[in-house]
């Protein structure tokens, strides 16, 4: 679905469910449920519980949905209530985290096997920006696989745009050093994660 009409819908179900419309809501967590299930797994590594985050979060939102001031995307709004409530709930009880260093570094893909290879690296680079100390891993999350541009993300998290630039260098400075072989190999997943947009070198 094109943003524009995802923004235009998630405002009028807004506005129908401030009317009074309650159902209206539906079409909310229709559109957004499996991103945010999504993104809360990446903050916890469980099935089970990110489902029931991405609850919290949306019954959040619900209680909230009077203080969006539209001064951004609702999306933007969203994202950013449901990372603190995925903070909040690590913070209560938090994941069981694998050191950097106990990640399996991702073989070199065989020609004969390139693709099967190129699916398991991809998975080991996951596990690696999984296993990035928190600060880190949260901005390389929002930005590689939410594709969140770095405004974006730094709204999310509440923190300014440097802060968050300077994070995703050092995140991704982790991951060269600790898997040094990516760089060389061809996977989508594992370029766009290792290598800096543009926008976070200006």
Known sequence: MPAAISA???????????????????????????PLVNMAWRYCRDRGRAEDMAQEAFLRA?????GWRRESS????????????FRSELQRFPAVNVP?????????????????????SDESVRRAVLA?????REPVVLYYFHEMDVAAASRTMGLPEG????????????????????????????????????????
Not at 12 to 34: P, T, Y
Not at 62 to 66: P, T
Not at 74 to 85: C, E, G, I, P
Not at 132 to 136: A, W
């Open 8 to 34: 235009e819908e998630d405002r009028n179900d807004v506005d129908r469910v401030l009317a009074g419309e309650v159902q209206a809501f539906e079409g909310i967590v229709r559109r957004w449920q499996g």
């Open 62 to 66: 619900w209680r909230g949905l009077a």
């Open 74 to 85: 609702f999306s933007t709004w969203l994202f950013a209530l449901a990372a603190n409530v």
């Open 100 to 120: 950097l260093e106990d990640v399996a570094e991702p073989a070199v893909p065989a020609t004969q096997h390139e693709g099967l290879a190129g699916k398991q």
């Open 132 to 136: 990035l100390p928190h600060r880190y």
């Open 163 to 202: 802060t968050v630039k300077a994070r995703l260098a050092r995140g991704r400075e982790l991951l060269r050093k600790r898997f040094p072989h990516l760089n060389q190999q061809n996977t989508p997943q594992l370029r766009s994660t290792l290598r800096p947009k543009k926008e976070v070198l200006q």
